[in-house]
């Protein structure tokens, strides 16, 4: 398998305090199965969505699940995170934990951007991230949630090889991240909507079968829909968050509606 271009978006992980609750409730409403937890690498957990590595969740570090709040997290694929750790800091971003090997499976960094995004940085070794994308229960889409977008538009693209557009839409300040021709990550502006205390985040999206369906299990899961269901010309989306708070978004791929938003460059 090619190693995916640098900036693209290649895995997503959770910490849960309750990680039978989240295994419960993701299995119930993606469908996935779980491998054992593997304690050498703190009872780490992937999941599989027809047998393919599709995300992981883990429990808190020892001595921190009082400070520790569910969320998703992304990690973007980077040929030298050492480099890439570097470029962060170099541009406004904070290096949580420096480059980090984890067995042979890779390499990795978890940091912030200048608004206080948190995101991930992979360095593929024998786990090279998503083993399927865009289909039932796998990864879609990802969007940047953020309440500096400035910041956000001249960091992203300063440490990745990002080309930047932007939605011809007064309404909404949405931009996207190009790699060549493919658009592989949104950035959204948070309004005043956004309540203060919710931090700045990457709103991960999985793809299901029937949106309405998807948001039917959620919410008997003990999930809260925070938007939609609402159709768009990428399909059918809801944002969620799980019983522990952590926010997603799931996407209905093959039920699209209306034309497709008119971008320019930014």
């Given at each position: 398998?090619?190693?995916?271009?640098?900036?693209?978006?290649?895995?997503?992980?959770?910490?849960?305090?309750?990680?039978?609750?989240?295994?419960r409730f993701y299995g119930d409403l993606l469908g996935w199965t779980f491998s054992e937890s593997?304690?050498?690498?703190?009872?780490?957990?992937?999941?599989?969505?027809?047998?393919?590595?599709?995300?992981?969740?883990?429990?808190?570090?020892?001595?921190?699940?009082?400070?520790?709040?569910?969320?998703?997290?992304?990690?973007?694929?980077?040929?030298?995170?050492?480099?890439?750790?570097?470029?962060?800091?170099?541009?406004?971003?904070?290096?949580?934990?420096?480059?980090?090997?984890?067995?042979?499976?890779?390499?990795?960094?978890?940091?912030?951007?200048?608004?206080?995004?948190?995101?991930?940085?992979?360095?593929?070794?024998?786990?090279?991230?998503?083993?399927?994308?865009?289909?039932?229960?796998?990864?879609?889409?990802?969007?940047?949630?953020?309440?500096?977008?400035?910041?956000?538009?001249?960091?992203?693209?300063?440490?990745?090889?990002?080309?930047?557009?932007?939605?011809?839409?007064?309404?909404?300040?949405?931009?996207?991240?190009?790699?060549?021709?493919?658009?592989?990550?949104?950035?959204?502006?948070?309004?005043?909507?956004?309540?203060?205390?919710?931090?700045?985040?990457?709103?991960?999206?999985?793809?299901?079968?029937?949106?309405?369906?998807?948001?039917?299990?959620?919410?008997?899961?003990?999930?809260?829909?925070?938007?939609?269901?609402?159709?768009?010309?990428?399909?059918?989306?809801?944002?969620?968050?799980?019983?522990?708070?952590?926010?997603?978004?799931?996407?209905?791929?093959?039920?699209?509606?209306?034309?497709?938003?008119?971008?320019?460059?930014?």
């Amino acid at each position: 398998m090619a190693a995916l271009a640098e900036g693209m978006p290649c895995w997503a992980d959770a910490t849960f305090t309750d990680v039978e609750g989240a295994k419960r409730f993701y299995g119930d409403l993606l469908g996935w199965t779980f491998s054992e937890s593997a304690a050498e690498f703190g009872d780490y957990t992937q999941a599989y969505a027809d047998g393919k590595a599709v995300a992981a969740v883990a429990p808190p570090m020892p001595g921190q699940e009082q400070d520790t709040e569910s969320a998703w997290c992304l990690y973007l694929a980077s040929p030298d995170v050492t480099a890439t750790a570097a470029k962060i800091s170099g541009n406004g971003g904070e290096v949580l934990l420096e480059p980090m090997k984890v067995g042979d499976f890779g390499s990795m960094v978890l940091a912030k951007d200048p608004g206080g995004v948190l995101f991930g940085v992979w360095q593929a070794g024998t786990h090279e991230g998503f083993e399927k994308r865009g289909e039932t229960g796998a990864f879609c889409w990802a969007e940047v949630f953020t309440r500096q977008p400035e910041r956000a538009d001249a960091f992203f693209p300063a440490v990745f090889p990002y080309g930047v557009q932007r939605l011809e839409d007064d309404n909404v300040d949405f931009k996207v991240f190009n790699l060549g021709d493919d658009a592989v990550l949104g950035r959204m502006g948070m309004t005043e909507e956004f309540p203060p205390e919710v931090p700045p985040y990457i709103n991960v999206f999985f793809a299901v079968d029937d949106c309405e369906a998807a948001v039917e299990r959620a919410t008997k899961g003990g999930g809260e829909v925070k938007f939609g269901p609402m159709g768009t010309p990428f399909g059918r989306f809801a944002a969620l968050t799980d019983p522990q708070g952590a926010a997603f978004s799931v996407m209905d791929l093959g039920t699209r509606e209306g034309d497709l938003p008119t971008m320019s460059a930014a």
